[in-house]
């Protein structure tokens, strides 16, 4: 059994993560929905039981799923929740609100590490923009207003630290990739 636990994902985060995660893929409604098991002893697993808080009905959480929604049409927006794996032994949990943007913020870093880790491989053969355009060609980028230019721009801030991991270390940005 499963319960929601309301945590609102940016749409061009699920776009991407859709594809980063392993999990089961369904489809209904006409959406493409895929669920990512989290387990609790992981590093997000870990980084949302220590943000949740009790709600009013009992239940143990054993480990969550990352839910992402892909519509079929277009037009529609890429979804994501998490939802909470519980027993009904201990209590349901809910991330308060002033949490959520950290999540958002959380996931944000593991893209950017892994756009930088995917280009660094083409920047030793000499082809940054070819890898940026093979990056956007897997993972569906210009559907969510992600240019060969932004991508670049992203990738060359990110390169002037001297520190590969200066994002998890020091405060984060308010500028968030969309």
Not at 12 to 33: A, D, I, M, Q, R
Not at 77 to 85: F, L, R, S, V
Not at 123 to 132: A, L
Request: aromatic share 14%; charged share 30%.
């Amino acid at each position: 059994m499963s319960t929601v636990l309301p945590i609102e994902i940016k749409p061009y985060l699920v776009h991407v993560l859709f594809k980063f995660f392993e999990g089961k893929e369904y489809s209904y409604n006409g959406k493409n929905v895929k669920t990512i098991k989290v387990d609790l002893s992981s590093s997000i697993g870990r980084w949302l039981r220590s943000h949740c808080v009790k709600a009013n009905r009992p239940t143990k959480p054993k480990f969550y799923n990352l839910v992402l929604e892909m519509p079929n049409c277009s037009t529609a927006k890429w979804k994501g929740t998490a939802h909470q794996y519980v027993n009904g032994r201990n209590h349901f949990l809910r991330l308060p609100e002033e949490f959520v943007d950290d999540f958002n913020h959380f996931l944000e870093d593991i893209y950017r590490t892994r756009v930088c880790a995917f280009l660094e491989g083409y920047e030793s053969h000499g082809t940054i923009k070819q890898g940026i355009r093979d990056f956007m060609k897997k993972y569906d980028l210009e559907e969510y207003d992600q240019t060969l230019e932004s991508i670049e721009r992203l990738y060359m801030r990110e390169k002037e630290n001297t520190t590969i991991f200066d994002r998890f270390q020091h405060k984060w940005t308010h500028n968030m990739a969309n």
